[in-house]
């Protein structure tokens, strides 16, 4: 039988007050990316949970960052999903005990309430009620928690890179925007250093006899501006500069961190081949520039496939009575790793919240049950789809 919007909507909001009582328990975790404890903590929270579903469970363990985890559901239909979320936050040990879960009208307010700790649990019963109301729905349904999104995605990124190949789709887990869009598409993006190397002379006796790094690099500062705009959504942004050592010398050193966003895989070699002949163009006689760094996140482009599962998405929020949109965004997540690893992907599917890495870091508490059920209607359509 074919699960209907309200039997979700049934079996989730009596299941209300225990959420927010998990999401405070979730919240209370001292977690940050730094604190394996913590996060592994967080992660021993999600297994205790599983495990008292019976669900199968699977390690990644790390010795530096939060060891993956990934807990599955076994159903009797085709689709094989995963649902993504990470079980680290940004902020250091202290602040989740400061700062508890706390509710203020229609909001809670915590360290990780959005970012991502209701994406976890939204996804947890997401999959429980799939496995309750409609196993025949999915083959495999799978909830992957990674421990380090919030730096460099080192060890959860090598995760989902030996977890893609199994799966047919995957439903990223961060909150929706603050005015309900889903995500769609987000730009990837590079970390390039520039590190200019100069000859030092004292700067009233001959400076002539010098050649300045500084120079060199703000003629490479201005030339990198305007690298923005030169493709379609390339943004380029000069956030870090550094250089010389005294006033009264000729500054034989300076060095620029470069942060770039890139909407289309395709422009990322045309980029970086514009920064690099940047570069080693000599602007001031007797410099040199060497070039570091690189691509990050590879972006999330809005494919065919992509823009499939969002219109199946917005049919899905129909059938719940609301409305969603999918948005373009400049920021990196787990979605972006997944759709270059070859996955249709939607991100933004958690509960509605905002003001991430910040005090007040909040969810809609209105928002939870439409949107974990709103999950859920899109893993069971799209099995259905498959099975079809």
């Not at 349904?141 to 995957?170: F, H, Q």
């Not at 970390?191 to 000859?199: C, H, I, M, P, S």
């Not at 305007?226 to 493709?231: D, E, I, K, P, V």
């Not at 809005?302 to 965004?329: H, K």
């Amino acid at each position: 039988m074919t699960l209907s919007a309200r039997e979700l909507v049934a079996w989730l909001e009596p299941r209300l007050d225990t959420y927010i009582e998990e999401l405070r328990q979730l919240c209370a975790i001292e977690c940050p990316t730094s604190h394996k404890p913590g996060v592994d903590e967080a992660g021993a929270w999600v297994r205790r949970w599983a495990e008292a579903r019976g669900w199968e469970l699977a390690d990644f363990p790390d010795e530096r960052a939060g060891d993956g985890l990934v807990a599955t559901v076994r159903g009797a239909g085709r689709l094989r999903a995963m649902l993504v979320a990470h079980l680290d936050t940004v902020y250091p040990v202290g602040v989740a005990a400061a700062r508890p879960l706390r509710r203020e009208g229609g909001r809670l307010i915590g360290p990780g309430s959005a970012d991502n700790k209701s994406g976890l649990l939204s996804g947890l019963y997401a999959a429980a009620a799939l496995a309750e109301l409609a196993p025949a729905s999915f083959g495999t349904l799978s909830v992957v928690c990674g421990g380090d999104e919030e730096t460099d995605s080192r060890a959860s990124g090598a995760m989902l890179r030996a977890l893609a190949p199994s799966y047919d789709l995957a439903l990223v887990l961060e909150a929706g925007r603050e005015n309900g869009d889903i995500v769609g598409a987000r730009k990837g993006n590079g970390l390039f250093t520039l590190a200019v190397e100069g000859r030092a002379a004292h700067a009233g006796v001959e400076p002539e006899k010098g050649a300045s790094a500084i120079l060199a690099l703000a003629h490479q500062i201005v030339a990198l501006q305007a690298l923005n705009g030169a493709w379609p959504g390339v943004t380029v942004n000069i956030g870090v500069v550094a250089g010389g050592s005294v006033p009264n010398a000729v500054p034989d050193q300076a060095s620029a961190q470069v942060d770039v966003r890139v909407t289309r895989p395709e422009d990322m070699p045309a980029v970086e081949a514009a920064i690099r002949a940047i570069a080693a163009e000599e602007r001031v006689p007797g410099t040199r520039t060497e070039v570091g760094g690189g691509w990050g996140f590879p972006p999330m482009a809005r494919t065919p496939a992509i823009a499939a599962l969002a219109d199946l998405a917005r049919r899905c929020a129909a059938e719940l009575g609301f409305s969603v949109e999918d948005a373009a965004t400049g920021g990196v997540s787990y979605a972006n790793l997944l759709a270059g690893y070859g996955l249709p992907v939607l991100d933004g599917l958690g509960p509605v919240g905002g003001l991430d890495h910040s005090p007040r870091e909040y969810i809609e508490v209105d928002s939870i049950v439409p949107r974990t059920a709103l999950l859920a209607l899109l893993v069971a359509r799209a099995g259905e789809a498959a099975a079809a």
